[in-house]
């Protein structure tokens, strides 16, 4: 009999595999970083866009991250590849947000997946990261390492809405409203970290 997704996250919640995380997995959740962070880790590795970000330090809010110039945005984020279509993109989400929100805090209560599917680059897989972890909203990630895992116990979709669907539906029968984000948050944090640990 397939397994729930709610008996999936209660099997890696028991491996422990977040003891050296930050709360909620990804570090700095609920700050406009996440965004950067969010587009920077497209076809990239986590340790790159760490490079990248600590080449941004000062300029991970809204209104500092505007002010840059993108050849300079380039340098800054190349560790993380790709430099010259992230960084034209970035810098027109940034303004987007700006111009459509007028502050990150606004952006993260009122922002829509449509609106945010509606940008230069950002995927489902991006706008989900920065709903959940930028936003602080109930929004399940999936990505390569979800798949992977699902596959584990024979489970396979052939479209994304499909495997956010089957996530989804069983942790919101089984968990309180308030517990969602949280719970969301942590079950796409244990999936990677669940697959990196196979990957060593």
Same mark, same amino acid.
């Given at each position: ?52 970000? #600590? ?5 991970? #809010?809204? #209104?500092? *991250? ?40 606004? *952006? ?44 584990? *116990? ?22 309180? #409203?308030?517990?969602? *984000? ?19």
């Amino acid at each position: 009999m397939q397994k729930s997704a709610y008996e999936i996250y209660n099997y890696l919640d028991e491996l422990d595999l977040l003891k050296k995380s930050p709360e909620f997995w990804w570090p700095n959740t609920g700050t406009f970083e996440v965004v950067v962070g969010a587009i920077l880790t497209q076809n990239t590795t986590w340790k790159n866009v760490e490079k990248s970000l #600590e080449n941004l330090k000062g300029f991970l #809010e809204l #209104e500092s *991250f505007v002010s840059l110039r993108e050849d300079a945005l380039k340098v800054r984020i190349k560790p993380s590849g790709f430099q010259n279509q992230k960084a034209p993109r970035l810098l027109q989400l940034a303004r987007n947000i700006k111009e459509e929100f007028i502050t990150f805090e606004h *952006f993260q209560k009122n922002v829509t997946r449509k609106w945010l599917l509606s940008q230069k680059g950002i995927g489902e897989e991006s706008a989900d990261a920065i709903l959940c972890y930028g936003c602080m909203r109930e929004e399940m990630v999936v990505d390569s390492y979800t798949k992977r895992l699902l596959k584990e *116990f024979d489970i396979e979709f052939k479209k994304y809405a499909e495997y956010k669907t089957f996530l989804e539906s069983s942790l919101r029968e089984h968990c309180k #409203e308030d517990e969602l *984000f949280r719970v969301f948050a942590e079950f796409h944090g244990m999936i990677v970290e669940y697959n990196k640990q196979k990957d060593k």
